[in-house]
């Protein structure tokens, strides 16, 4: 499908490190926010008043100008070799190419084969809606309920999903605590509203709800009339019920599972729309808005990615979503500030449990980092947070790192909104933290590219013109 709007709707700001003794939170509330859904609206619809032509609005230029000096089909193709490190062989390195690191497969170890991991809520939230009701407002095919916690599940189409999260015993100001209102809801339950991170919060009777939408490329729409008949299906089906048992693992689910925060949104629809065309590459995507591993109590991604893997058993994990971890961590009762020694040691932890958890569930993982970033202490905080996952990837069998710095870097690591691409120097960057349209296709070939190493895909199809040759393992590699 086309690509709606040139970035995520709720894309979040980026966390900053504090040491006052507050608790680190999701950086989704308050003025700070970089492209709240209402910011980005208004941008999009003030280029389409412009017929999006680059002089209207420059972010807007970067997000949609990009493309048409990229390539004819607006599929700009790379100018370098992209380079592999592996255990057993010495890495190739460049200044224009993301290095990815791998070690062998490890020991398979006995399966979970419960997403709900357990959890009773995310039982009961696969019980609350029907396939009928869902495809009544949503379309179809609608997939089987699907417990991944924190939420129920259900694949849509080939493109987007239905998310169902129930919060026992949680008022709805606990519930929406770290998100701030979008659009307040009447006449839904007690309280209701639409979030900044696109959600639906509602609550009745001293539980609180969730309902999500979400569609590869739909990154404006709101979808506040659907949901809504959805959340009223819901209150009407919502009585506590009995301990439900744990469900029975159903087939396996797309191969590949692309996941992280807003900043893996335009990569995951450039890979999804020009490069998952194989029935091996189908992909389930999701980003969400303003996460990362730094505030589980916002959204807790070492479980979620678990229980994924759980329920679908996707063959690969793709995992982005480090653009909100600049944030100090709680390490042995006091604040640690980004960088510092105890804070490498607690967010490494924090990347090697998901990444040894993910490995023993069956699955490859491809981790990767994030570019420099305008703002100088922002970047200084994602060169931090890359060389702990580069660490760990390099440590953990079964997992890869690449590091989108290398392709779109400017010299010594710098930030740059610019690359050349087909001899065109051409914008990449939407907001000094995101990729535009442009650089989302960019940097989705390179992308492909490991992806199609690390499933050992031998013939694939490759919508954009022809990669130079990768060497990974002292053998070479070309297109098909």
């Known amino acids: 499908m086309g690509f709606r709007a040139a970035h995520p709707s ?36 003030r280029a389409r008043r412009s017929g999006l032509k680059a002089v209207a609005v420059a972010v807007v230029a970067a997000a949609i100008g990009g493309c048409d000096s990229a390539a004819s089909e607006n599929r700009p193709t790379t100018t370098s070799t992209p380079a592999v490190t592996t255990t057993s062989t010495p890495a190739v390195t ?39 009701q869902i495809q009544g407002q949503f379309g179809g095919p609608v997939g089987r309920a699907i417990p991944t916690y924190p939420y129920c599940m259900w694949l849509v189409g080939t493109d987007a999903f239905l998310a169902l999260a129930v919060e026992p015993r949680t008022s709805f100001q606990t519930a929406t605590q770290y998100v701030d209102t979008l659009e307040t809801v009447s006449g839904l339950g007690q309280e209701a509203m639409i979030a900044n991170n696109r959600y639906l919060y509602f609550s009745m009777s001293g539980t609180s709800y969730w ?65 998952a065309k194989l029935p091996e590459l189908r992909t389930l995507a999701e980003y969400q808005v303003g996460t990362g591993l730094v505030s589980p109590e916002f959204f807790d991604w070492s479980r979620h990615l678990l229980a994924v893997v759980a329920a679908l058993r996707p063959r690969l994990v793709i995992y982005m979503g480090s653009a909100n971890d600049g ?31 993910l490995v023993r569930e069956g699955s490859r993982v491809l981790w990767i980092g994030e570019p420099a970033m305008q703002g100088r202490q922002l970047s200084a905080y994602m060169q931090v947070i890359d060389e702990v996952c580069a660490q760990q990837a390099a440590r953990h069998a079964g997992v890869s790192f690449l590091n989108p710095g290398a392709v779109l870097n400017g010299p010594h690591g710098s930030y740059t909104g610019t690359v050349l691409i087909d001899g065109h120097r051409t914008v990449v960057r939407l907001d000094g933290v995101h990729l535009n349209m442009a650089g989302s296709i960019y940097f989705a070939n390179y992308v492909a590219a490991y992806v199609a190493r690390i499933l050992d895909i031998g013939v694939w199809k490759r919508p954009v013109r022809k990669l130079p040759p990768v060497q990974i393992r002292g053998a070479i590699f070309r297109d098909a």
């Open 94 to 132: 460049t200044t224009s190419t993301p290095a990815v690191t791998t070690t062998t497969q490890p020991a398979s170890r006995p399966r979970i084969d419960d997403g709900s991991l357990g959890s009773q809520a995310t039982r009961l939230a696969c019980t609350l809606l029907s396939r009928a």
């Open 10 to 45: 709720g894309a979040p700001s980026v966390g900053k490190g504090r040491n006052d003794g507050r608790p680190a939170r999701a950086p989704l509330s308050g003025g700070s926010s970089l492209c709240r859904v209402t910011w980005f609206d208004s941008l999009w619809r």
């Open 327 to 357: 944030q100090d961590l709680l390490v042995d009762g006091a604040f640690q500030p980004v960088g510092s020694r105890l804070w490498r040691r607690s967010y490494a932890a924090r990347v090697a449990g998901i990444m040894t958890a």
């Open 211 to 275: 309902l999500l939408w979400q569609q590869v490329g739909d990154f404006s729409q709101l979808h506040t009339s659907q949901l809504v008949v959805l959340a009223r299906d819901v209150l009407a089906h919502a009585p506590v019920k009995p301990a439900l048992a744990a469900p029975v693992l159903g087939r396996a689910g797309p191969p590949v599972y692309f996941a992280g925060d807003s900043t893996a949104a335009g990569p995951e629809w450039a890979w999804d729309t020009y490069h």
